[in-house]
């Protein structure tokens, strides 16, 4: 994500396996702003990640915490 606006931010990240899924949350330390999503137990961890860093930008930005 070359242009994501939280390249420079701490993020925690969470898996969590539940059968056929995988439970994500994404936790912005700096605004204390957490999200989660589903995706299937093959998606490669990196593709969760990346759509889960999207999902966080996506509310930051709604929220008007970032630009």
């Keep these: ?3 994501s606006q939280l390249l420079n931010r701490e993020v925690i990240m ?3 396996p539940l059968g056929s899924y ?3 949350s994404a936790m912005d330390t700096q605004t ?14 990196e593709t969760l990640k990346a ?5 966080l930008e996506y509310v930051l930005k709604k929220k008007g915490l970032i630009s």
């Excluded at 204390?32 to 961890?45: C, F, H, V």
């Excluded at 759509?51 to 999902?55: F, P, Q, T, W």
């Design 1 to 3: 994500m070359p242009d």
């Design 14 to 16: 969470e898996f969590f």
């Design 22 to 24: 995988v439970k994500v």
């Design 32 to 45: 204390l702003t957490e999200i989660s999503i589903q995706g299937p137990a093959n998606a490669s961890q």
């Design 51 to 55: 759509n889960a860093l999207k999902r």
